[in-house]
């Protein structure tokens, strides 16, 4: 009988305490914290990078570290730096298609567009490279819009290259926290000094 008694109240103990979902408790001091069960949404957090993670080569930290840590990009960057666009590559949810040097180093047409009289032309030429639209690095193949409300489309040809525009892309697509990257070869659209 002692027996019974004592497993009688710590059966009763126990269904008393729960906090499963199928408790019902009157405690009105409870609170959401208490009651891990409840599902929340929980705030997006930043992450904090390292200084490695930030500054290595070809950081995926985001479009504008990868650029900026590229060994291949260094005229690009500095366009992007100067142009009006220089915070959408910081945003979340652009691709950048990022010419390499060798784009800059065989043609010469843009040799003056850093002047301060020539903004409106830079502009036009970085936005044409930052596009938006695309979720994730497969399945490129498509239509899109470049950040100067022009239609842009990324196609493969006959030979299985893939274009967009002007430039040829090398095959890489990197994926990054904040948007993607896809070195080309080759300017998306020409500089347009009109």
């Given at each position: 009988?002692?027996?019974?008694?004592?497993?009688?109240?710590?059966?009763?103990?126990?269904?008393?305490?729960?906090?499963?979902?199928?408790?019902?408790?009157?405690?009105p001091a409870k609170t959401e914290a208490d009651n891990p069960s409840k599902e929340t949404k929980a705030a997006p957090s930043k992450r904090a990078y390292t200084q490695e993670?930030?500054?290595?080569?070809?950081?995926?930290?985001?479009?504008?570290?990868?650029?900026?840590?590229?060994?291949?990009?260094?005229?690009?960057?500095?366009?992007?730096?100067?142009?009006?666009?220089?915070?959408?590559?910081?945003?979340?949810?652009?691709?950048?298609?990022?010419?390499?040097?060798?784009?800059?180093?065989?043609?010469?047409?843009?040799?003056?567009?850093?002047?301060?009289?020539?903004?409106?032309?830079?502009?036009?030429?970085?936005?044409?490279?930052?596009?938006?639209?695309?979720?994730?690095?497969?399945?490129?193949?498509?239509?899109?819009?470049?950040?100067?409300?022009?239609?842009?489309?990324?196609?493969?040809?006959?030979?299985?290259?893939?274009?967009?525009?002007?430039?040829?892309?090398?095959?890489?697509?990197?994926?990054?926290?904040?948007?993607?990257?896809?070195?080309?070869?080759?300017?998306?659209?020409?500089?347009?000094?009109?």
């Amino acid at each position: 009988m002692r027996l019974s008694i004592f497993t009688s109240l710590l059966l009763l103990l126990l269904t008393s305490c729960s906090t499963g979902p199928d408790s019902t408790s009157s405690n009105p001091a409870k609170t959401e914290a208490d009651n891990p069960s409840k599902e929340t949404k929980a705030a997006p957090s930043k992450r904090a990078y390292t200084q490695e993670e930030l500054n290595q080569p070809y950081s995926t930290v985001s479009p504008w570290r990868y650029m900026i840590t590229s060994p291949d990009a260094m005229y690009f960057e500095k366009m992007a730096t100067a142009s009006s666009y220089a915070r959408a590559i910081h945003s979340a949810g652009y691709t950048l298609l990022l010419p390499r040097d060798q784009t800059f180093l065989e043609d010469k047409t843009w040799k003056g567009i850093m002047k301060e009289e020539n903004r409106e032309v830079l502009d036009r030429f970085v936005g044409a490279h930052i596009i938006k639209g695309i979720q994730s690095p497969k399945g490129l193949i498509g239509v899109y819009e470049d950040l100067n409300g022009n239609a842009v489309a990324i196609e493969t040809r006959a030979d299985g290259e893939q274009i967009c525009g002007g430039a040829r892309l090398l095959g890489q697509v990197v994926e990054t926290d904040n948007g993607i990257v896809i070195p080309v070869m080759g300017m998306v659209e020409d500089i347009r000094w009109d």
